[in-house]
Every structure is written in structure tokens, then in C-alpha cells.
């Protein structure tokens, strides 16, 4: 049954498994990213509606850990795509909240992944393309910015 307490969902499209087993779910139409532990049947909020601290986030569809643990979220119609770290979330890719066909935007983005080098390659639906950010880092080699 739809629905938007801890144990119910609205339209999930995105979930991604951990090694040990903990679970997070895109819940698309309750713009939020629900967390399960092993055996839990009520997720926690991490990101989005009802998430202290973190973004608001509209229909997010698709979910991925990068390498080192830290959750990037791809929302559809606003084609953002939100990263979490050290300081918690920040958008990281198409941040101008409107979707168009330019450089620095998305269209009904559907997925993404991510390459051996930290760059994101993101299917842009609307705009029948593939597009690639590139990881920007300073001289110390830490992340400084996406550029596309």
C-alpha cells in the first residue's frame, strides 16, 4: 500500500545495497531517500522531505554510493544531481533547478554512473545525450568542484 510513513512508499524508483545488507531508497513522490537497517522494516529519512539538515528534494529517481560511502542523489524532472559528504549535502551537477539542453543542465536525467577517475556520466532523457562531468580537484588532489 502506497504511502508515506517510515514503512511505506510512494513510487520508489532508485535503491542502492551496502556490503552489509543496509538499504536506501529513492521514494520518488515523497521527495525523500529512505535508510534501512538489516531486518528493519521502518526506514529513517536521510535526505529530502522530513530529513532535518539536508535538502529538499524533488521526485529523486536514481541512487548511488561513490567509493567511499558518501550517497549522490539524481532527481528527474529538475535534473540536479545532490552529493553527500563531510559537510552533508550539496548539489553537485545541473545545480540551476531548470532543465534545458545547455552544458550545465539536465532534461529527465534517468541514471547515472560513475568512472574510474570520479567523473559522472548522467543519461539525459530529455536530451537524448549522455553527459559527462568532470571531478575537478586542486593541487592537493582533493574535490574542489564539478565542471562539465
Known amino acids: 500500500i502506497s504511502g508515506n510513513t517510515p514503512d511505506r512508499f510512494a513510487s ?25 537497517q538489516p531486518g528493519q ?18 521526485n529523486p ?3 548511488a554510493l561513490d567509493g567511499s560511502g558518501y550517497l549522490y542523489i ?3 524532472p529538475f535534473g540536479r544531481l545532490w552529493g553527500s559528504g563531510p559537510s552533508g549535502f550539496r ?42 562531468f568532470n571531478l575537478a580537484t586542486n593541487s592537493c588532489g582533493k574535490l574542489f568542484e564539478l565542471r562539465t
Open 41 to 58: 522494516l521502518n526506514g529513517t529519512t536521510v535526505a529530502g522531505n522530513g530529513a532535518p539538515g539536508t535538502v529538499n528534494l524533488t
Open 61 to 63: 529517481n536514481f541512487i
Open 12 to 36: 520508489p524508483f532508485g535503491i542502492v545495497v551496502e556490503t552489509n545488507f543496509s538499504l536506501y531508497v529513492a521514494d520518488s513522490l515523497n521527495n525523500r531517500i529512505q535508510f534501512f
Open 91 to 132: 548539489c553537485v551537477a545541473a545545480c540551476t533547478g531548470f532543465p534545458g539542453p545547455l552544458a550545465n543542465r539536465l532534461s529527465q536525467p534517468s541514471n547515472f554512473a560513475f568512472d574510474s577517475f570520479g567523473n559522472i556520466f548522467v543519461s539525459d532523457m530529455g536530451n537524448a545525450r549522455i553527459q559527462r
Open 74 to 76: 539524481l532527481e528527474f
